[in-house]
């Protein structure tokens, strides 16, 4: 294994990497280009060679540990900060495995949110036309097989497809694909998803369950997934639902959307992206569209639609940060103003307007949400990480600075969203790094404050901050000033709210 600090560009592009013009005509009329600051610097690249790129990593944020599987049978453990391989676990020590002769591939690994809990699915070949998969939990850092077998199914030549599974925050429950529909029925349209709750052993069947993408709430009391649906044109296969998981006589709810669904983490908000997948491939009259519903009164919130002028996909897959303030997604569309905006952009929920793109220097294949699972991203969308081919790639999905700065500022101290309405990303050159911040009004009463995370200077010695505001804090004009250790302010900024 080698660790390299930089990246190639890869040929294959997967339809939604950044695209960059500078000068929109409409008529004849010339419109300078608006600059958006961008994101996706690499931080780390690690090199193996036994990596599958298809579902084999998850995220586990609360102690920032990449899990990742590997097509010769290992289960590798990566500090998320460093990309250094800090554990690891050959599945070959499980007796069902130790004298297979065959290919052992983990082919995808879920785990808590604390790291402690992991689900993996192994394929193994025992002969030239057997393939076997089975899924089974895994307790870390024992390595203690805690649950086998939970699902176990030979088929040719993919039984993978069938075969996906998600695991809740905590890792009490477990969704699963139930094998049972597919014994001796021919119509793949029956499938069926079982729901593990692994505190109490009991489990419930969901029928016509199909698609891989499903999410929980923090508390674990909903889960939201995707349903396949006969129309009179045929099988979509990811219209949404939600199920409470707080009562076991519950029944799925419908909510006449498709896509890819996401729970913010309180559960208040359903957060849906894409559009409707046909079992042909066709797209007919489904077109894409990121939207905010509350579940409560199941009011749309927040909608933008997409559609399918441009060359490229639009808004066809998005991570959403789970407190439902932003979200990654991609734009293709020729109706937008201007086309710089074309690419890989973030938005602020409720905004019509990207605040930032993908740096068009960082080539790599976007996948945070899709059916290969071979991305994920923080909670937060501050960094994403990506399994391509034998490389494990992270990023840094914060806005460079180079946003407008307020008169007086320095050059070097920026600011930027201004004006915000939540977090802003501040650039600050001082001798000593700021460690809280505060915010004030014109009036000199502060009316917030907060401790800063260290951020190492860059070679001019300017070191950046990301601050997260206080939601209570009213619209309006205020002074955000940074203190270092001894109480002096290093840096100030005129910032706008709204």
Not at 12 to 20: E, K, N, S, V, W
Not at 443 to 456: H, M, Q, R, W
Not at 465 to 473: F, S
Request: proline content about 5%; overall charge negative.
């Amino acid at each position: 294994m080698t660790r390299t600090n930089s990246i190639h560009p890869y040929s294959r592009i997967h339809g939604l990497l950044a695209t960059l013009l500078f000068v929109l005509v409409c008529g004849q009329a010339q419109t300078l280009a608006q600059e958006l600051p961008t994101f996706g610097k690499p931080l780390w690249t690690l090199n193996l060679d036994t990596l599958r790129a298809r579902g084999a990593v998850d995220f586990a944020s609360d102690v920032n540990q990449l899990f990742i599987g590997t097509r010769k049978g290992w289960v590798l453990v990566i500090d998320a900060e460093s990309g250094v391989v800090t554990d690891s676990f050959s599945v070959r020590v499980i007796p069902r495995y130790r004298n297979l002769t065959g290919v052992l591939d983990v082919y995808s690994v879920r785990c808590s949110q604390d790291g402690r809990t992991l689900v993996v699915g192994v394929t193994s070949t025992r002969n030239p036309v057997e393939l076997t998969c089975d899924i089974f939990v895994l307790e870390y850092p024992s390595w203690r097989v805690v649950d086998t077998l939970l699902y176990s199914k030979s088929d040719t030549p993919e039984p993978w497809d069938y075969s996906q599974f998600g695991i809740s925050p905590s890792g009490r429950y477990l969704a699963l694909p139930d094998s049972s529909w597919r014994d001796g029925a021919s119509d793949w349209t029956l499938p069926r998803m079982k729901i593990l709750d692994r505190s109490t052993g009991r489990s419930r069947v969901v029928t016509w369950a199909y698609d891989p993408i499903l999410d929980f709430d923090s508390s674990e009391s909903t889960i939201a997934y995707c349903e396949v649906v006969n129309t009179s044109r045929g099988y979509y296969m990811n219209y949404v639902r939600t199920l409470s998981l707080v009562e076991d006589t519950s029944t799925p709810q419908g909510w006449d959307v498709y896509g890819t669904p996401s729970l913010s983490s309180d559960g208040s908000k359903l957060m849906v992206s894409g559009y409707g997948r046909h079992e042909s491939q066709e797209e007919l009259n489904l077109l894409p569209h990121v939207t905010i519903y509350d579940m409560k009164t199941r009011d749309t919130i927040w909608h933008m639609r997409g559609d399918r002028t441009g060359n490229g996909s639009d808004l066809a897959v998005a991570s959403w940060s789970k407190d439902c303030k932003h979200v990654l997604t991609n734009r293709a569309s020729t109706k937008l103003v201007p086309p710089e905006w074309h690419g890989i952009v973030k938005y602020r929920v409720g905004e019509e307007k990207p605040f930032a793109k993908l740096d068009t220097s960082t080539w790599f294949v976007f996948r945070t949400i899709g059916q290969d699972r071979a991305g994920v991203g923080h909670p937060n969308l501050t960094r994403g990480y990506f399994v391509l081919n034998s490389r494990v790639l992270a990023f840094d999905y914060s806005p460079e600075t180079t946003g407008s700065q307020e008169p007086g500022s320095a050059a070097d101290d920026v600011i930027f969203p201004n004006p915000t309405s939540g977090s802003v990303t501040v650039s600050c050159k001082s001798d000593l790094p700021a460690v809280s911040w505060s915010v004030y009004t014109l009036s000199g009463g502060i009316t917030a404050k907060g401790v800063l995370e260290d951020f190492a200077p860059d070679s001019q010695g300017v070191s950046r901050y990301q601050i997260h505001l206080a939601e209570t804090l009213p619209p309006g004009k205020f002074l955000l000033t940074l203190q270092d250790r001894l109480g002096n302010n290093v840096c100030t900024y005129q910032m706008v709210t709204k």
